[in-house]
Every structure is written in structure tokens, then in C-alpha cells.
């Protein structure tokens, strides 16, 4: 099955800084999620990106599936950016398969 | 729109209990999800289900089942829960499954239920 490693698993920065988040998996994919869980619990969708570059805002997300690696970029961080950072590659071949990465807890420092 | 809704948000059971985790979506997607996940982790797959009708495993489906009762709702059950189920259950919807390359197939998370089972 997929194999997934996020990088960092930690990260704490200072509010304004900027950082990037690495996501390496393991087979071919159909497709990649970038979630956001807040301290809350809640589960943001925050890209659905198969391969090149997207943007929303501070963020923005570029994956390389012939590389079989995904990254995420968050510019002047803030402290509502706090939470932890999950990839999810998935795919439909033979039943639908989709492994969430342990993910990158960030915290931001006002 | 209320999104994806889930009910309860907590439950305390005794080992041999047996609860029914209720969810529903209001944004008429097909497909449906069940996750849960560990302190921690990230989410594991519970079970899924394409689309109304039909309801497929996931990564870790043993000791739960689902029913998939019209569009809108997707409940599991746990019918003799033990303590490796407590957890953080969460529900997801999708216009079709998240697998595939269209862009619309992204997934909406519910808030959650927090399960202990002593």
C-alpha cells in the first residue's frame, strides 16, 4: 500500500516567517489532499492537487507526482495558521485507497 | 448549509456496549467516508462508500459495520465496542470519490466524535 512521510514532524515558528512542508509517498497516486486540522479538531480541505502548482492566498501547494512528492508553502505565517498539516494521497484502483500522513504540527509564535 | 453534521459529539461506553454513529451532508455528494484517528495519528480509513447503495472497506474495518441509508446519511456502528475503539471518529463527504483527478472530488470533514471505551 501507500507509504507516506510528512517533514517536518514539528515546526515553530515566529509569526511572519515563512515555511515549507514535504510530503514524499511511496506509489503512483490519482490524486493528493492538503488538510489543515486547527486545535479545535476541525479538518480544513485545503488543496486537492494531483500534480502541478495551486495557490489560495498564503498558501500554496505543488505537488510532483512523477517524483511522488508533494509540497506545501505558507507565507507570513500567523498564529490561526496553528494546527497540524496533513497530506492524504489517494487513488480509485480496485476500491478506494487513501493514507493520511502522520502530518507537520506547527505552531506560531506571536 | 450545515455542511456535514455528525451526532454525538461524545459517548463514554462500556466494553460490550454497542452505539450507532450517526451522520449526514447536505451538499448532495455521492460519496461518503468514515475515518478515525488515534493521538497523534493521522486518519485511517474505516470504510467508504461510493456511492448511495453501495458501501466498500477501508484500511482498518474490523469490528465496525455501515449502512449507507439514502444520499444524505452514512452511520457506523460498533456492535461490541472495546477500548481499541476509543477514538476520534470523523465523518466526509465528496461530490464523487477523492481518488480520482477532478477537481470538485475534494472532501468536507464533520466536527467529529470523541469515543472512549472503558
Known amino acids: 500500500g501507500i507509504q507516506v512521510e510528512q517533514s517536518p514532524p514539528d515546526l515553530i515558528l515566529q509569526e511572519g516567517a515563512n515555511s515549507t512542508l514535504r510530503c514524499n509517498f511511496s506509489?503512483?497516486?490519482?490524486?493528493l489532499q492538503w488538510f489543515h486540522q486547527n486545535p479545535w479538531g476541525q479538518l480544513i480541505n485545503l488543496f486537492y492537487?494531483?500534480?502541478g502548482t495551486k495557490q489560495n492566498g498564503r498558501l500554496s501547494a505543488t505537488t510532483v507526482a512523477t517524483e511522488r512528492y508533494s509540497l506545501l508553502y505558507i507565507s507570513s505565517s500567523q498564529t490561526t495558521d496553528s494546527g497540524v498539516y496533513f497530506c492524504?494521497?489517494?487513488?480509485?484502483?480496485?476500491?478506494?485507497?487513501?493514507?493520511f500522513g502522520a502530518g507537520t504540527r506547527l505552531f506560531v509564535k506571536a | 448549509n450545515a455542511g456535514v453534521t455528525q451526532t454525538p459529539k461524545f459517548q463514554v461506553l462500556k466494553t460490550g456496549q454497542s452505539m450507532t454513529l450517526q451522520c449526514a451532508q447536505d451538499m448532495n455528494h455521492n460519496s461518503m467516508y468514515w475515518y478515525r484517528q488515534d493521538p497523534g495519528m493521522g486518519l485511517r480509513l474505516i470504510y467508504y462508500?461510493?456511492?448511495?447503495?453501495?458501501?466498500d472497506k477501508g484500511e482498518v474495518p474490523n469490528g465496525y459495520n455501515v449502512s449507507r441509508l439514502n444520499k444524505r446519511e452514512f452511520s457506523l456502528r460498533l456492535e461490541s465496542a472495546a477500548p481499541s475503539q476509543t477514538s476520534v471518529y470523523f465523518c466526509a463527504s465528496s461530490e464523487g470519490l477523492a481518488g480520482g483527478r477532478r477537481s470538485y472530488n475534494e472532501q468536507f470533514f464533520g466536527p467529529g466524535t470523541r469515543l472512549t471505551v472503558l
Open positions: 492524504a494521497p489517494s487513488e480509485v484502483a480496485g476500491g478506494f485507497k487513501t493514507i
Open positions: 492537487i494531483p500534480s
Open positions: 506509489d503512483s497516486v490519482n490524486n
Open positions: 462508500s461510493a456511492s448511495e447503495g453501495t458501501t
